[in-house]
């Protein structure tokens, strides 16, 4: 079955820059290709939340509070879905996931993000 994995978070001061990687595992490359690809975000007390989205066409959309600051990405070659994350927050601070559209695959592990002010 396919498999998520995130990685790349860290401890950022405000201001700082982050790149997460999502690597999608034992999905075939035309599965990859073809679907929209998600980066979600979910902080301690609060339901998980769409951050950005990026298409196969590479058409992009992001959550208001974001905009102008983050970038997500995408790799074929690598199976491989990035975001960008420049001008950090206080509020950024969450575990970061990826996944596609409907249908989704099972979550991975979330790579945690804390920015420090």
Same mark, same amino acid.
């Given at each position: 079955?396919?498999?998520? $994995?995130?990685?790349?978070?860290?401890? $950022?001061?405000?201001?700082?820059?982050?790149?997460?990687?999502? +690597?999608?595992?034992?999905?075939?490359?035309?599965?990859?290709?073809?679907?929209?690809?998600?980066?979600?975000?979910?902080?301690?007390?609060?339901?998980?939340?769409?951050?950005?989205?990026?298409?196969?066409?590479?058409?992009?959309?992001?959550?208001?509070?974001?905009?102008?600051?983050?970038?997500?990405?995408?790799?074929?070659?690598? +199976?491989?879905?990035?975001?960008?994350?420049?001008?950090?927050?206080?509020?950024?601070?969450?575990?970061?996931?990826?996944?596609?559209?409907?249908?989704?695959?099972?979550?991975?592990?979330?790579?945690?993000?804390? $920015?420090?002010?």
């Amino acid at each position: 079955q396919a498999q998520l $994995v995130e990685s790349g978070g860290g401890l $950022v001061q405000a201001g700082g820059s982050l790149r997460l990687s999502c +690597k999608a595992s034992r999905l075939i490359t035309s599965t990859f290709n073809s679907a929209i690809w998600s980066w979600y975000r979910q902080a301690p007390g609060k339901q998980r939340e769409l951050v950005a989205t990026v298409t196969g066409g590479r058409d992009t959309n992001y959550l208001d509070s974001v905009k102008g600051r983050f970038t997500i990405s995408r790799d074929s070659a690598r +199976k491989t879905v990035y975001l960008q994350m420049d001008s950090l927050r206080p509020e950024d601070t969450a575990v970061y996931y990826c996944n596609r559209g409907t249908p989704q695959l099972p979550w991975g592990q979330g790579t945690q993000v804390t $920015v420090s002010s």
